[in-house]
């Protein structure tokens, strides 16, 4: 019998299950690879193992030092909104025969591990500015004139802190 080999174990797993993208799954790998490096650079655990939990927290950040303040929008563009999907990929990976796991490991190790918005988009906005859509640090709602002391110009969205420029 012939070994499968990682492009075609990974295609035949994409073909199987699409609610992922192929490029996910390949982000995924890189991020156990940054996970395991980080462990080493650390001197933490030398195992070859990585919980759940670790593999996480190595997802998180090395989204974040890849893709920056578009991880969510990559994210969905691949079929991620939570942390579940990725441990829902983890396990296609070892049913595939391409990740292992022991005996301790499950899929549960993945529920609520973080909330996206706090972990990929909170570290980007600016201090002081509300988490919730729509709203704003002095409470207008963001709206023009609420908070805008000295007559400046109002604020262009997509833009803290620089004043339109009048022409």
């Given at each position: 019998m012939q070994k499968t080999g990682f492009t075609e174990a990974l295609d035949q797993l994409v073909t199987a299950d699409p609610r992922y993208d192929r490029e996910a799954y390949l982000f995924l790998q890189d991020a156990l690879d940054f996970t395991m490096k980080s462990r080493k650079k650390q001197k933490t655990d030398l195992s070859r193992h990585v919980t759940g939990q670790e593999l996480l927290e190595g997802v998180r950040a090395f989204a974040l030092r890849e893709y920056g303040p578009m991880v969510t929008m990559v994210f969905e563009t691949w079929g991620i909104s939570r942390c579940e999907d990725f441990g829902e990929m983890?396990?296609?990976?070892?049913?595939?025969?391409?990740?292992?796991?022991?005996?301790?490991?499950?899929?549960?190790?993945?529920?609520?591990?973080?909330?996206?918005?706090?972990?990929?988009?909170?570290?980007?906005?600016?201090e002081g500015q509300a988490t919730a859509p729509g709203a704003s640090a002095d409470g207008t709602g963001g709206k023009a004139g609420g908070g805008n002391a000295g007559g400046d110009s109002p604020r262009q969205p997509g833009q803290p802190g620089q004043p339109l420029r009048q022409s």
């Amino acid at each position: 019998m012939q070994k499968t080999g990682f492009t075609e174990a990974l295609d035949q797993l994409v073909t199987a299950d699409p609610r992922y993208d192929r490029e996910a799954y390949l982000f995924l790998q890189d991020a156990l690879d940054f996970t395991m490096k980080s462990r080493k650079k650390q001197k933490t655990d030398l195992s070859r193992h990585v919980t759940g939990q670790e593999l996480l927290e190595g997802v998180r950040a090395f989204a974040l030092r890849e893709y920056g303040p578009m991880v969510t929008m990559v994210f969905e563009t691949w079929g991620i909104s939570r942390c579940e999907d990725f441990g829902e990929m983890v396990f296609n990976l070892i049913h595939a025969g391409i990740f292992g796991k022991t005996d301790t490991d499950t899929i549960d190790d993945f529920h609520g591990g973080y909330n996206f918005h706090e972990a990929f988009i909170k570290p980007f906005q600016p201090e002081g500015q509300a988490t919730a859509p729509g709203a704003s640090a002095d409470g207008t709602g963001g709206k023009a004139g609420g908070g805008n002391a000295g007559g400046d110009s109002p604020r262009q969205p997509g833009q803290p802190g620089q004043p339109l420029r009048q022409s």
